[in-house]
């Protein structure tokens, strides 16, 4: 049986609520197949089955996994490849000449999901940093609590290391745990992870050089774009820098950040110095 329109539509107001993720008409595949995992182990005949039961007899808990299982992004390792490049070629030289006072960076990784964003990051710094001695700090955050517990092990199979990690870091920063690699602790170090919703404040997270806020944005309504990149620009030490996926932009969303072209990235920079 196909998700009902009822279903559906419980489901988008739901996960608009807590999240302010917009799921929009022709995404009732997408929120099926989420879905039939919660609903099986539930023992529910089907997924609208499923979602009605929770309809009529709320559950925080049933209502949390599905924001969870919606909200949950697909993630690899150097992502997209270029934002990376432009990171370690252009960005990390560039702060190191203006954070030499301090010899400290913060990252903020907006979206991390299961983590491997914020280490590709980490992984990222191990030469060109930290062996210099500088101090490196990088926040995952994410809406899940389920993702974010897999984060923190830092344990991951065969099949998600092959999803972008090269040979070589591999053997560099994991090591083999049976049938899985686990983040060694020189990389592990460098990250921390905690749950987050980027619709509420950011202010307790502090100051940050880089915000990657990838791939995330192209799921919000253009009030809530416009809202989290403002605050995003206010945590943003001066002379800090943002990412965004390759289908998200500031241009008519908030016109407060100017676009820096390094390669095929844009790099999105505030306006006067940024902390407006």
């Known amino acids: 049986m196909a998700l009902t329109t009822t279903a559906f539509d419980w489901v988008c107001t739901l996960v608009r609520k ?21 609903a099986r182990a539930a023992g ?18 049933a209502q949390t996994a599905i924001v969870e299982a919606l909200t949950t992004n697909e993630t690899s390792w150097f992502r997209d490849g270029a934002p990376f490049t ?36 980490a992984i990222s710094l191990q030469d060109s940093l930290v062996a210099e001695g500088w101090r490196a ?23 998600e290391m092959n999803r972008g990690l090269p040979a070589p870091m591999l053997v560099r920063h994991f090591t083999r745990v049976g049938t899985q690699w686990q983040v060694n602790d020189d990389v ?12 509420s404040s950011f202010a307790a997270l502090g100051q940050f050089d880089v915000v990657f806020l990838r791939n995330v944005l192209i799921y919000f309504d253009l009030e809530t774009k416009r809202d989290i990149l ?40 505030p306006k006067n110095g940024g902390q407006a």
């Open 137 to 159: 700090e990088i926040i995952g955050t994410d809406l899940s609590t389920e993702v974010l517990e897999k984060a923190k092990v830092g344990r991951y199979s065969q099949l």
């Open 188 to 199: 592990k170090r460098m990250v921390r992870f905690q749950q987050l919703n980027l619709t």
């Open 18 to 38: 807590e999240s302010a993720i917009v799921l929009e008409k022709g995404k009732e595949y997408l929120v099926e197949s989420r879905l039939v995992p919660l």
């Open 44 to 61: 529910a005949t089907d997924v609208s089955a499923y979602v009605d039961g929770i309809r009529l007899r709320p559950d925080r808990r």
């Open 230 to 269: 403002s605050r995003v620009r206010k945590v943003l030490k001066p002379g800090g820098y943002m990412f965004l996926g390759g289908a998200e932009t500031t241009l008519g969303v908030d016109d407060n950040w100017d676009r820096e072209l390094i390669g095929r990235v844009s790099v999105h920079r």
């Open 86 to 121: 432009a990171f370690s070629t252009s960005v990390v030289p560039a702060l190191k000449q203006a954070r030499a006072a301090t010899r400290s960076l913060r990252i903020w990784s907006a979206a991390s999901s299961t983590g491997q964003e914020a280490y590709s990051l």
